[in-house]
């Protein structure tokens, strides 16, 4: 196996937890192939690890494990194992999780979403690429997989040199998950990421203490999982808002599945638009895709950010909740306190904070690495 020589700067990044690796943290490193793996040494020459490399990458190599040994499928498979035996303890009556969130389960470039026996795996990295048959060998191993999914359309390939695209099997259609006693129709092929957003979890269920017999906006709803909860904890009526037609009928489907199909009305629209005509109501869900994709487009994104949190607050009833997500890496727990802090003073709104919502624990952060850290939710109470 190829080299790689670490200066210090390298090293100390490297005992400090951090998985990724760029060129000024080298020495000296052997000519690897995209995705090749290779072994790290100290600057004295000791081993510190295994990585896979890529030189056409801004991150030149990303770390996969710390010990000597060999990266094949029965390393995947005692990862999986592992990670499938704490999910289990989160989710003890469910089938449907993440089971390896990337770096969070210090596998850099891999996500797996298990749906019941369906697997929907996503790659962004040329070194899990290389890695595929022994990822999907490994998981056939430790789940009884009845289909699968590549859906390795991530525009984070391009950097790595690596053609979009997907791939399956055994998989004919959408797909019917059951999580927290609610079912839904997922598509793992067309949907947005792997077809459903599991990080949420947490704060559906957190959400419910707040809403019976209110009526409830839930805003950017895509398949509408956030009113489904809302309805299955007594709301008195939700209106959930999207501008995709598509997911809307998915999110009428699951209402008919769930019998909640008279308590929740649909509306195609921006949901810009939407709160310049909406009812006052007494629960706000304000949880929009991510509008900071890049750190470039910061102050753009965080404007955006701004003008829907000032637009929801002056819909929100006196004594309400708003619950505002953020999914922007970049956009930190103190900026959108600080954003929801600054409109409700400007609209002369009192607003106090009930709870912190973060993704879910089967999405861990891993705290080496703040940039793991993408979901947060303020529960305010607004006066």
Not at 97 to 105: K, P
Not at 142 to 162: I, M, S, T, Y
Not at 333 to 350: I, V, Y
């Amino acid at each position: 196996m190829k080299e790689a020589i670490l200066n210090p700067k390298g090293l100390k990044k490297a005992l400090s937890g951090i998985l990724w690796l760029g060129r000024t943290d080298f020495t000296k490193v052997a000519p690897f192939a995209p995705g090749e793996l290779g072994r790290l040494l100290t600057p004295h020459g000791q081993f510190l690890g295994i990585a896979y490399f890529n030189p056409r990458s801004s991150i030149l190599a990303r770390i996969l494990t710390r010990q000597e040994e060999t990266i094949d499928h029965n390393f995947f498979r005692a990862r999986f194992q592992k990670t499938l035996e704490f999910r289990k303890r989160l989710y003890p009556e469910e089938n449907v999780f993440r089971l390896i969130h990337a770096e969070g389960d210090l596998l850099p470039g891999l996500t797996i979403d298990l749906y019941h026996d369906c697997a929907v795996f996503q790659i962004s990295t040329a070194g899990m690429e290389r890695l595929k048959p022994e990822i999907l060998k490994a998981l056939k191993e430790c789940v009884p997989l009845k289909a699968w999914v590549f859906k390795n359309d991530l525009p984070a390939r391009k950097e790595e040199g690596l053609p979009l695209y997907i791939e399956k099997e055994g998989l004919e259609g959408p797909l019917k998950i059951c999580c927290d006693g609610l079912y839904f129709w997922v598509n793992p092929i067309a949907g947005q990421k792997t077809g459903f957003f599991l990080d949420q979890r947490e704060n559906r269920r957190r959400l419910a203490r707040y809403v019976k017999d209110k009526l409830v906006l839930d805003l950017f709803c895509y398949t509408g999982a956030f009113a489904l909860y809302a309805a299955k904890a007594g709301a008195a009526k939700i209106l959930a808002v999207d501008r995709s037609q598509s997911a809307l009928q998915t999110a009428e489907e699951n209402a008919r599945l769930n019998g909640f199909a008279g308590k929740i009305q649909f509306v195609q629209d921006k949901v810009e638009k939407f709160l310049s005509y909406a009812p006052e109501a007494e629960i706000v869900i304000l949880d929009p895709p991510a509008l900071i994709k890049k750190k470039k487009a910061y102050q753009k994104g965080k404007r955006l950010y701004r003008e829907l949190i000032r637009a929801a607050l002056k819909v929100i009833k006196g004594n309400g909740i708003l619950l505002a997500c953020s999914c922007s890496q970049f956009l930190s727990l103190e900026d959108l306190w600080w954003l929801c802090r600054e409109e409700a003073s400007r609209l002369g709104r009192e607003a106090s904070l009930l709870e912190i919502g973060i993704q879910s624990p089967d999405h861990p952060v891993y705290l080496p690495m703040p940039e793991t850290f993408y979901l947060k939710g303020l529960f305010l109470r607004i006066l």
